[in-house]
């Protein structure tokens, strides 16, 4: 695999391991595991993300509920049907783990949660304004990646960038930097009852807007 294209979608999370490992799938005889990593945030909220690993990373090593670990990766999506529709399932793929020693930990919590993604917008912009009077833009980016195979990233931009991603088109061609977030909501359900439910998508904090023309930078590092 080139590493172009490892680089249009990198992750890095600490965090603590809040799940047992649970068999996902089976690919060419190996075997895939999931389970969720507590994520902190500076304003002491948690994020609770999906992670999915490979049997032969953790080969040689123990991981106890509770314990703390850094992943690197790539954030990927798929499909699945729930309730007869398509929903996307976002998860952190699992390229290295590491379990960091007690004095390099609180360094590594100081930037726990870290993506960059390179890749083009493939659904029309939605602006919002919330209740409390914050300026939204929902975004879906596709990013490719190796074997024709491309992952529909939802992300969310804030304040100035909100205004900037309200007009971009389809196709246009961003790079982004960010964190990867988790959100309840509740989802009605057809016999009238309400199940909360969890979204990931990435909230950015830099973007780059690239001109598909001529490559030419048109906007850069806008902070909302």
């Known amino acids: ?3 172009k294209l490892l680089d249009t979608n990198k992750v890095r999370v600490v965090g603590k391991v809040s799940s047992q490992f649970e068999f996902s799938h ?3 005889g190996e075997k895939f595991y999931n389970f969720n990593l507590e994520v902190p945030r500076l304003s002491e909220v ?4 999906p992670i999915t690993i490979s049997e032969r990373l953790l080969v040689g ?11 690197e990766g790539q954030l990927r999506s798929y499909n699945r049907v729930v309730d007869d529709k398509n929903k996307l399932i976002l998860t952190v793929f699992t390229r290295d783990i590491h379990l960091p020693a007690e004095e390099e930990l609180e ?10 993604l390179d890749g083009y917008i493939c659904k029309k912009p ?6 409390f009077g914050r300026e939204i833009t929902d975004l879906l980016i596709a990013v490719n990646r ?9 992300t969310i931009a804030w ?3 909100a205004r900037f991603c309200e007009n971009l088109l389809v196709g246009d061609h961003i790079k982004i930097w960010g964190r990867i977030q988790s959100r309840d909501y509740q989802k009605k359900l057809p016999d009238g009852g309400v199940e909360t439910r969890t979204a990931y998508e990435v909230s950015i904090n830099k973007l780059e807007y690239i001109e598909n023309d001529n490559n030419r930078v048109k906007s850069k590092d806008e902070v909302g």
């Open 1 to 3: 695999m080139s590493e």
């Open 26 to 28: 089976e690919m060419y």
């Open 46 to 49: 948690v994020d609770t993300l």
């Open 61 to 71: 090593i123990d991981i106890d509920m509770g314990q703390y670990v850094m992943i």
């Open 107 to 116: 360094e590594l919590l100081r930037k726990p949660n870290e993506i960059f």
């Open 126 to 131: 939605v602006y919002r304004v919330t209740p």
């Open 146 to 154: 190796a074997y024709n195979k491309s992952d529909y990233i939802p």
């Open 159 to 161: 304040g100035r960038n």
